[in-house]
């Protein structure tokens, strides 16, 4: 076990169970446990959306990505800030101005029945599901690897942790711990480019030329190709990365932790120029692990090349550099798991709990037990499915919950706000359609299904190529939802339209509301 790594793992744990102390004082209401009571401001949301978005695949999965494949790797730091300014011109304020604790909220404000608001729930709930295994499975790695602890008991002590953080503190804690990470990390992260750019004698034509042979790909290394040798697969992955983020429950809810439209835009204009700084400074990280690493010892580290981060560290900078990292990368993991449950826990118990079961009766003392109870189930689940998926990169994961995203909540969203003609039946449509037709295509594709054992979840041949499934789920929720609204009988209500557009673009309520 190291030592040092250890104290600085219980020092970041004793801080966030600190925040959370201190925001259990503040959490009396729903609107304090599921929105922070909207007291951030644009910076502070800014910053605790990168910290939500700056997850193990963003720190962990691109490096080994880029570190293992080169180029291909770098598309996952493209596609996930480009994704950003699809949230920023297009979802931001109309979600804000249309919603109040979830992204159902918005969707109810033109659909007011049970059947969407329960669709737009069991979307949350899966999604966050998704893209939390994700999180437990580098967690699991990182302190397999760090102290030496067995898979099973890492992913159980994080999975512990997050619902602490959660149960006690709700967004507040979560808002808070996301900042600290963000900035953690950011420092982190400068702290490692800046010595693997000094390597390189500070030239950045020399360190692409020294890439050329540094890794057993020679100069192909800085070609795509590498990994992603399907064109189609590779179109696949960018539609997912790029129009996902828009359709992340996690993300979304930061919307509503601010007082009005214009501080939520402000909030994506910090966190877009944070993230922007920090994917460029993956190419850093993934350059320095290849070269300084190397290979084999990513390889060995962790089969999918979620160490290589860590591994640079030491390289570099000792076991000191080595074990702050490392317990960054753990605060990292622990901020977004911790948004990912509150998401998940609040679509039960705002949404499925409050208005279908409860039928909007419920008080606010039952629905923070409801959203408490819902916290520890989602962890539950979550730590089961990541037992799992020990060998799978976790960039990789991630991308797979966006396509789930981007096919069942984007379309949805963008018509809700800009179609006149849509209705019920194609809200519902839409929502079931993308969300089955990527779980479904995930299933049979070969991140599920590999002839060579412990490669994939099973052994088997898969029945279809494609490594991510974006590019067939997202137009099918699309079309799902203009089909729905079509063939329906049911007209949608103009008038309620009109009030939507007004809404969404000024934030005024119709009267009466």
Not at 20 to 27: D, G, L, P
Not at 117 to 129: D, K
Not at 297 to 322: H, R, S, T, V, W
């Amino acid at each position: 076990m190291n030592v040092l790594a250890f104290t600085l793992f219980i020092i970041i744990v004793a801080l966030t169970l600190v925040i959370t102390f201190v925001a259990a004082k503040r959490t009396k209401t729903t609107s304090d446990f599921y929105t922070a009571d909207g007291s951030l401001t644009g910076w502070q949301n800014g910053l605790a959306i990168a910290g939500d978005y700056m997850s193990a695949a963003s720190f962990l999965g691109i490096a080994g990505m880029v570190a293992l494949s080169g180029f291909d790797g770098f598309f996952y730091s493209i596609g996930f800030l480009v994704a950003y300014l699809v949230v920023l011109f297009v979802v931001a304020e109309p979600l804000r101005n249309l919603g109040k604790y979830t992204l159902a909220d918005m969707i109810a404000a033109r659909f007011n029945e049970k059947k969407v608001r329960g669709v737009a729930a069991l979307n949350t709930i899966t999604i966050s599901t998704f893209y939390m295994i994700a999180q437990l499975v580098g967690a699991g790695a990182l302190i397999k690897l760090l102290l030496g602890i067995d898979y099973v008991y890492s992913v159980l002590i994080v999975g512990v942790l997050m619902t602490i953080y959660v149960v006690f503190g709700g967004m507040v804690a979560t808002s808070w711990v996301q900042i600290v990470k963000a900035i953690l990390l950011m420092g982190g992260t400068f702290v490692i480019s800046i010595m693997v750019f000094a390597k390189f004698d500070f030239s950045i034509v020399q360190m692409f030329n020294e890439m050329k042979t540094a890794t057993p790909l020679g100069e192909n290394y800085l070609n795509p190709g590498n990994k992603f040798k399907n064109p189609i697969d590779t179109i696949s992955l960018n539609l997912a990365l790029v129009l996902g983020t828009a359709g992340l429950p996690h993300i979304l809810i930061r919307f509503f932790t601010v007082k009005d439209a214009i501080t939520a835009r402000k909030s994506v204009v910090y966190a877009t120029w944070i993230l922007a700084v920090f994917y460029i400074m993956t190419i850093f990280l993934g350059f320095g692990a290849a070269a300084f690493v190397g290979y084999d010892k990513i390889i060995e580290a962790n089969a999918a090349g979620n160490m290589a981060a860590p591994l640079l560290a030491q390289a570099l900078g000792g076991d000191f550099l080595f074990a702050f990292i490392s317990a960054v990368a753990f605060a990292t993991i622990l901020a977004v798991v911790a948004g990912l449950v509150l998401s998940a826990a609040s679509a039960f118990a705002h949404d499925f709990y409050s208005h279908i079961l409860r039928r909007g009766q419920a008080t606010e003392k039952e629905q923070v037990v409801a959203a408490r109870w819902a916290s520890i189930g989602v962890s539950i689940v979550s730590i089961i499915l990541a037992l799992f998926a020990q060998t799978l990169n976790v960039a990789f994961l991630v991308a797979l919950a966006f396509a789930v995203a981007a096919s069942a909540n984007l379309p949805i969203i963008l018509f809700t706000i800009f179609w006149k003609r849509f209705n019920t039946t194609g809200a519902v449509t839409g929502m079931l359609v993308g969300l089955f037709s990527a779980l479904f295509l995930v299933a049979i594709s070969p991140n599920v299904w590999n002839p060579e054992k412990g490669v994939a979840i099973l052994v088997g041949d898969p029945l279809i190529s494609l490594t991510n499934p974006g590019i067939i789920s997202i137009p099918l929720g699309f079309i799902a939802a203009i089909v729905g609204t079509l063939v329906s009988s049911k007209k949608a209500d103009a008038k309620k339209f009109d009030e939507i557009l007004v809404q969404a673009n000024t934030g005024i309520k119709p009267v009466g509301e």
